[in-house]
Structures are given as structure tokens and as C-alpha cells.
């Protein structure tokens, strides 16, 4: 039977010029490019944000987006890192996941009150619905997350 795909929308920073693209999710096969740099936009692993592309991203896109407030010098985070890179590139399409550096977006972090790192926030529909503190193990981030055991 025939069905008619429905877009599921994303946007995101150009890793490479920090333009704000929108990217189809059910077209990620079709290797999304920058609309000003041409660059790919990878979407397997985390992409940064910022104070400047957060609301962008979070208000722009269909799907829950996770942001990792983190710090290079954080040892949990270097826990976290790895988990969060393979829930992008096993849920990429289902799942937006951003890094957000906390010592270069003093913004975002005051405005989320963001007290230890990492800090793990999730959005829907452009709000802050779930936040949680410390390091977590794969199966605890998907069900933070909302995701489902994949059918
Ligand atoms: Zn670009």
C-alpha cells in the first residue's frame, strides 16, 4: 500500500559557518548540505549550539532535541560523550543531539539555571521538558529521552 511520507523537519548550525539550515529528517539519505557553504551537514553524531542558535534549533525542529551542557575539563562528560554519539548516529531522524559548550554560552546557562554539568536537557516543541544532571548509561538516556524500544 501507498503511503504518503510526512516531512519531519529539523534545524540546525552549519558545523562549518553556523548557518541555521533546515534539514527533511526523512531525507537524510539525500546527504543534506549547508544552503551558504555547501558542506554536509552530518547528522550521525552531536552538533554544537549555542546561545545564539538555541532557540532556532529547539523551536525549528519535529523531533525531541538533547542538549549535553558540558565542559572540556568535566570528567563525567567524557562518560557522556560516547553514549550521546551513538544514540545520534542510532537514532538519527528520531532524535536531535546537540552539545553545548557551558563555558562559552554563559547565556544558556544562566537562563536554564544550569548548576552541575553534565547537565542533559530535552526539548519538545520548543520547550525545556526534561532535564537531568550527571552522567547517565544508554538505556536511561532513551527513556529520558521518551524513546521507545525501536519495533
Ligand atoms: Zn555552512
Not at 542538549?67 to 542510532?90: N, S, T
Request: with cysteine; charged share 25%.
Amino acid at each position: 500500500m501507498a503511503v504518503t511520507e510526512i516531512g519531519k523537519g529539523a534545524t540546525v548550525a552549519c558545523p562549518f559557518c553556523a548557518t541555521l539550515n533546515r534539514v527533511d529528517l526523512t531525507r537524510i539519505a539525500d546527504h543534506p548540505k549547508c544552503g551558504r557553504c555547501g558542506r554536509p551537514i552530518l547528522l550521525d553524531r552531536p552538533l554544537s549550539i549555542s546561545d545564539a542558535s538555541i532557540d532556532g534549533v529547539v523551536r525549528g525542529t519535529e523531533v525531541p532535541v538533547v542538549v549535553d551542557c558540558y565542559a572540556d575539563w568535566c570528567g563525567p562528560c567524557k562518560i557522556m560523550a560516547p553514549i550521546l554519539d551513538d544514540l545520534a548516529r542510532d537514532r538519527q531522524g528520531d532524535v536531535l543531539v546537540t552539545k553545548l559548550d557551558t563555558d562559552r554560552n554563559p547565556a544558556t546557562v544562566r537562563r536554564f539555571d544550569i548548576r552541575a554539568i553534565p547537565t542533559l536537557l530535552v526539548f519538545r516543541g520548543g520547550e525545556a521538558v526534561v532535564r537531568h544532571a550527571g552522567a547517565i548509561p544508554r538505556q536511561e538516556l532513551d527513556t529520558l529521552v521518551g524513546l521507545s524500544i525501536r519495533p
